[in-house]
């Protein structure tokens, strides 16, 4: 009995390694469309490891339930995230899938990027456990058949399982020391990977609490001004007085986050129906961004709303919300607070998403507005259309008015939510028979309804008369259209624009709208979401400088050049510049270039390697600076 144990447990070894790694192949095929030879050694030695260590320290009786129930675990861990890399386009470090609570919230969404592949990884255990049921529905017949294993088996087993443990320790060792300076994150998972990749991870997270308890923030503020101050970005900052300042100060302000909201659609229509024609008459008569680019991380929409509050990056491994909703976050509305005015928020969603009932009050919000504020009228998993968020907020926002006070108010949209589904009674729009049920008809039908929507809100706003003391600022908080679900092509065919899977995808809207503006402006100025802070506090004759405020992006409206960072969606050192989009490969001289002007390849991008340099360290003090912040 003993030997037959001591058999079953050696195939069990072998058999279960070789799935795993297996599984790690996949995986590598499904992040990277490709199995790098070279490397897979690095996912074989994890595997090993923990395999021959489970094997030394299990009884021979339960050696095969708790190979299995590993194979289990790793299994869906392997399958959460590539649901994840399908949906976010980014491999996850454990820390975002700390976020797979959130999963629940938008089912429906991550539902439609589950791909039929992705259950590949528990056919196995499927057969293992269908084997198993025969088994004992034959009465126990033994299908492993057991023999005389000799001595010398025994012993070249053993050597076996000895090299598997220090062979996978020290080449899992190698492949962490080997790639921890990689700042490319798929890269750096590729080469590490994708378990070694999670130790990566968390080794930095261990160095940054390091950081956390022995750093001074006011060093860090130094450190800022001074990389600052070494790259020149316009003569306009040395002016007495910077262009629009003041000119709206004391005025109410309105942000509008529009859900998955891309620039592409303004200014276009659809077989004669114009697609946002209160969008496109806002940007005719204010100001109006059209290179602006999202820069969230992990946290999606949630990101967005830490990033245009407080001119931060986000760090890229985790939502900010959930790591840093404890601090004290300065933000243009605890800087308009000081000045008298009231911070307000509407979402039509539960506080708790995204762990916005911390991060409210770590940016200053007086007060929030979330679900049990609206009426319901069941218009996606949200539950609240846009219509019953702006009918509301109308209705607050009066009652401020009435009280003499200003306010700041910001606005986070959701019925242009991924999977794009408005419900036929909201539909303004009729999208041709090609494109019905595809995700560019329900994308559009759902960018039309939001700019509908915000139709009515300007309508109620005028109507309590609001609106002619009002800066409105709206702005996408991240792209809509999946790359995999939608070809370009059949977008240029729709609309008869050109449309570059990265550019395109990445560029969202910035609308301000000014009381008492006579023409319109363009301004072609690059941009992202750090810098909606700053040009907004330009605008109500906010100082920055003056107050000690620390900004990571810029004013738009005062400056000549522009570089902003982005990753998460984009590997890090990756940036776009007033002429092109940059994403680096190992190093910047191997990474690639692209034209934000005719979204062509860029050859010699040799002379923008100082802005890559530039935004690697810009981002990192930001990282540095938001970890050594306060907690509340």
């Not at 700053?534 to 050049?561: C, K, W, Y």
Request: proline share 4%; net charge neutral.
């Amino acid at each position: 009995m003993k030997n037959r144990m001591y058999g079953l447990g050696r195939a069990q070894f072998y058999m279960v390694s070789g799935l795993l790694l297996l599984k790690l192949l996949l995986l590598r095929m499904l992040f990277f469309d490709r199995i790098a030879w070279e490397w897979v050694a690095a996912d074989a030695a994890p595997v090993l490891l923990l395999m021959g260590v489970l094997y030394l320290i299990t009884p021979a009786r339960m050696k095969t339930g708790v190979f299995w129930t590993f194979n289990m675990l790793l299994s869906l861990l392997l399958f959460a995230s590539s649901v994840y890399f399908n949906h976010f386009g980014s491999v996850p470090t454990y820390l975002a899938l700390y976020e797979l609570n959130q999963v629940f919230q938008i089912k429906e969404s991550v539902e439609s990027t589950v791909e039929l592949v992705d259950y590949l990884f528990f056919a196995d255990i499927v057969i293992f456990l269908g084997l198993s049921f025969f088994r004992k529905w034959t009465r126990g017949r033994d299908f492993y058949r057991s023999s005389y294993i000799s001595p010398a088996a025994r012993r070249v087993h053993f050597m076996v399982i000895m090299v598997a443990i220090i062979g996978g320790l020290s080449l899992s060792t190698y492949s962490i020391h080997a790639t921890r300076g990689i700042t490319n994150e798929l890269v750096q998972a590729e080469s590490a990977g994708f378990l070694n990749y999670e130790v990566v991870a968390a080794v930095k997270v261990k160095e940054d609490n390091g950081l956390i308890e022995t750093g001074d923030i006011k060093d860090t503020v130094a450190k800022v001004a001074a990389l600052e101050s070494s790259y020149s970005y316009s003569d306009k900052t040395a002016a007495a007085v910077p262009a629009y300042f003041g000119s709206q100060k004391g005025k109410n302000v309105i942000v509008i986050q529009m859900e998955a909201f891309q620039n592409f659609p303004l200014f276009q229509s659809l077989n004669g129906q114009v697609l946002t024609p209160v969008l496109n008459k806002l940007a005719k008569g204010g100001l109006y961004f059209p290179r602006v680019f999202q820069q969230i991380g992990p946290g999606n929409t949630s990101d967005a709303e830490f990033m245009s509050n407080t001119s931060i990056y986000p760090i890229g491994s985790q939502a900010m919300s959930t790591g840093f909703g404890d601090r004290v976050l300065p933000s243009l509305p605890r800087l308009l607070r000081e000045k008298g005015y009231g911070a307000y928020t509407f979402h039509v969603n539960d506080v708790s998403f995204w762990n916005r009932k911390e991060l409210y009050p770590a940016i200053g919000f007086d007060s929030y507005f979330d679900k049990g504020s609206f009426t319901d009228d069941q218009f996606n998993a949200f539950g609240a259309s846009d219509e019953q968020l702006y009918i509301t907020g109308v209705k607050e926002l009066a009652k401020l008015k009435e009280k003499g006070k200003p306010f700041y108010a910001q606005f986070v949209t959701t019925s242009g939510h991924h999977p794009f589904k408005v419900p036929e009674a909201f539909q303004k729009i009729t999208v041709p028979d090609h494109l019905k049920n595809t995700m560019l008809g329900d994308y559009l039908t759902a960018i039309n309804y939001t700019d509908y929507s915000l139709g009515t809100f300007i309508d109620g706003l005028k109507k309590n008369g609001l609106w002619d003391n009002t800066v409105l600022v709206m702005y996408g908080d991240h792209f809509g259209l999946q790359p995999q679900a939608v070809d370009p092509a059949k977008i240029e065919a729709a609309l008869g624009i050109k449309y570059d899977f990265r550019i395109s995808r990445y560029n969202i809207p910035l609308i301000i709208h000014v009381p008492g503006m006579q023409q319109g402006q363009v301004v072609d100025q690059t941009g992202g979401q750090v810098d909606i802070m700053p040009t907004v506090a330009n605008l109500l004759g906010v100082s920055l400088q003056q107050e000690r405020f620390t900004a990571f992006g810029h004013d738009l409206l005062n400056i000549d050049r522009n570089v902003i960072g982005m990753r998460y969606y984009l590997p890090t050192g990756s940036f776009f510049n007033n002429d092109i989009l940059f994403v680096p490969g190992k190093t910047f001289k191997d990474g690639v270039a692209v034209s934000l002007e005719t979204l062509q390849p860029v050859a010699d991008f040799s002379k923008y390697e100082k802005d890559y340099n530039y935004i690697l360290k810009l981002m990192s003090l930001s990282d540095e600076y938001v970890k050594l912040l306060p907690k509340r």
